[in-house]
């Protein structure tokens, strides 16, 4: 688990500066659901003639199913309403329903659409939101996630993640794809194509660039690379080996490791390139930093202790502490958006499995059920984890509640998808 960095002969990469459109989207999984979920009926919106399929309330609908904390009631076999007025809360209470969605989408000149939503409280029968929006026929699928968003933060009080993206290596036969797609796996864009292994993605802060490791120079290199035109630059192409790269907060460094000097160890470097500084000294393995939410601390794998555990380093340097104790394999660490709960691989009975500890109180528990976990990333808003498997003999992705209860699965026919990376 701790990556290995292997050459591989050149086989060439192509850079696409404007973004392909995937030819296929993953499919997507849904298993299990908080103990007590929130009853909401998602109605259909009146359509407008020539409207894009599917519909808003199916994908907004799908996006709250997948968070596991909402319960979509059955909307058939009742007036459908598109307006308050229109609204007999005892039937929808009958139904089961503690809240509401009803809109509705009209054409507009120019092929635009004018789209109309309130969410509504079918207890206390009063308006919790109401939005409209003038939308371009290619803005229908981030028009339902930010519907989806409202609806989330709505009903539970946390922001939603949904209108969020992720990035992920794809590979099919001998091709690699780094993909950046909405956080539902659908709309991807392939953002590079090689012949040589691509891995180690993560987003900027702003979401405007992705930095990665690309093989194509005949050993590991790291590009940031800008997903609006596809332009990218070596930011780091030392001598040995250049890996595990990692945003700071603000976005102006990188934590990147390297075997320039002794083995293999982590140092900071400006996103341009430019200011490297060693940060961690020693003969063992340090790898697969990570910037804490305030940019004071970086938490590192290392083996420095006889077996790989998580340490922490203050980001401007000195002495290195271990951060695990639970367990004598715990290894790519990653730090929720407020600083108070790391995710990592922990080996448990053999299997390689998502774990979640609580940096105040140093508790641990399991957050998957599968054997070869790798790679976990925090959602935007914290409530769930990212990370990639093996199902079938392939790599897929999967998702995880905190609470361990919600699971989905996101995978292409074909496809071993791994590396993911969750942004904004």
Same mark, same amino acid.
């Given at each position: 688990?701790?990556?290995?960095? $292997? ?14 459109? @995937? ?14 979920? %929130? ?30 904390? %909402?319960?979509?009631? *059955?909307? =058939? ?24 969605? %009803? ?20 207890? &206390? ?7 409209? /929006? ?12 930010? %519907?989806?968003?409202?609806? /989330? ?8 993640? #949904? ?11 001998? &091709? ?10 659908? !709309? ?45 630059? &070596?930011? @780091?192409? #030392? &001598? ?20 320039? *000097? ?35 601390? +970086? ?30 394999? !715990? ?9 108070? $709960? $790391? ?8 299997? #390689? ?33 990212? /990370? ?8 897929? $992705?999967?998702? +995880? ?9 996101? =995978? ?13």
């Amino acid at each position: 688990m701790l990556r290995a960095v $292997l050459v591989f002969p050149l086989m060439g990469l192509m850079l696409l500066a404007n973004a392909l459109t @995937a030819r296929a989207a993953m499919e997507i999984q849904v298993i299990g659901g908080a103990a007590n979920k %929130i009853a909401l009926a998602m109605v259909p919106f009146r359509a407008a003639p020539g409207q894009p399929q599917p519909s808003l309330t199916q994908i907004a609908g799908d996006d709250l199913n997948r968070s596991g904390q %909402i319960r979509l009631v *059955d909307t =058939s076999g009742v007036p459908t309403p598109f307006e308050p007025a229109q609204v007999n809360y005892a039937t929808w209470r009958g139904k089961g329903a503690e809240a509401l969605v %009803i809109g509705q989408v009209s054409a507009l000149p120019g092929g635009r659409f004018e789209v109309r939503f309130r969410v509504l409280d079918a207890v &206390k029968q009063t308006q919790l939101a109401g939005f409209s /929006y003038n939308i371009a026929p290619e803005q229908w699928r981030a028009t339902a996630h930010q %519907i989806a968003d409202i609806v /989330y933060e709505k009903l539970t009080g946390t922001k939603g993640a #949904f209108s969020s993206r992720i990035a992920y290596v794809q590979k099919q036969g001998k &091709k690699f794809e780094l993909r950046v797609a909405d956080a539902d796996g659908q !709309n991807p864009r392939t953002v590079v194509r090689s012949g040589e292994p691509l891995i180690s993605p993560m987003f900027s802060p702003d979401g405007a660039r992705v930095v990665y490791v690309s093989f194509e120079d005949r050993k590991p290199v790291v590009y940031v690379q800008s997903l609006a035109d596809g332009s990218r630059r &070596k930011v @780091a192409a #030392f &001598k040995g080996s250049n890996s595990a790269p990692a945003w700071s907060p603000d976005g102006r460094r990188l934590a990147v490791v390297l075997t320039r *000097d002794a083995a293999s160890q982590i140092y900071l470097i400006n996103a341009d390139g430019s200011g490297l500084k060693r940060l961690t000294e020693g003969g063992n393995i340090d790898t697969e930093p990570v910037f804490s939410p305030d940019g004071q601390t +970086v938490y590192f794998t290392s083996d420095r202790g006889g077996s790989p555990q998580i340490y922490k380093v203050p980001a401007n340097g000195g002495e290195a502490r271990r951060v695990t104790f639970s367990g004598s394999y !715990n290894v790519s660490p990653a730090v929720s958006p407020d600083g108070r $709960l $790391l995710a990592f691989i922990s080996r448990d009975e053999g299997r #390689f499995r998502v774990a979640l500890l609580e940096l105040a109180t140093g508790q641990t528990r399991m957050l998957t059920d599968t054997a070869r976990d790798e790679s976990p990333a925090f959602a935007p808003n914290g409530q769930s984890v990212l /990370y990639a498997t093996v199902q079938g003999g392939r790599g897929v $992705l999967g998702t +995880v509640s905190l609470d361990g209860r919600t699971r989905s699965r996101l =995978s292409e026919s074909g496809v071993d998808a791994r590396e993911p990376a969750w942004g904004p």
